[in-house]
């Protein structure tokens, strides 16, 4: 058996652990985990979701969690945007890095050309 040369490791704890909590967890705390894993070591790690509170509340101030981090050089901090607002909301949070969720083809290709055109004159 072949094993790789390179494993990329990509934390979602703070994304995807977090939005199953029933309690709120506040931004501080949210901060704090995000911190504690980039002192462990890791080089990718979801920070939140930029999604609205009223389906997802555990990611209420993902805005404000990126805001506060310390970002070390050479870890990526991601978030998931599963639409334009929450691209755009993103943008505006500096977030640099991230990923959008499936959805049904017809309601992509303009959420597509508008995101590719973002920016763009």
Do not use: C
């Not at 985990?33 to 990611?59: C, H, N, R, T």
């Not at 310390?70 to 755009?88: D, H, I, S």
């Not at 959008?100 to 973002?118: C, D, E, K, N, T």
């Amino acid at each position: 058996m072949s094993l790789p040369s390179f494993v990329r490791l990509i934390e979602v704890g703070p994304r995807d652990g977090l939005q199953n909590e029933a309690q709120p967890i506040s931004v501080a705390d949210k901060v704090r985990l995000v911190d504690a894993l980039s002192a462990a070591g890791l080089g990718y790690i979801e920070v939140g979701s930029f999604v609205s509170p009223k389906w997802v509340p555990q990611m209420a101030g993902s805005a404000e969690v990126f805001a506060q981090i310390q970002r070390k050089p050479g870890v990526t901090y991601a978030a998931l945007a599963p639409n334009l607002r929450g691209f755009e909301d993103a943008l505006a949070a500096g977030v640099k890095r991230g990923r959008r969720v499936r959805r049904r083809v017809r309601s992509i290709l303009p959420a597509q050309h508008q995101l590719l055109h973002q920016g763009k004159p």
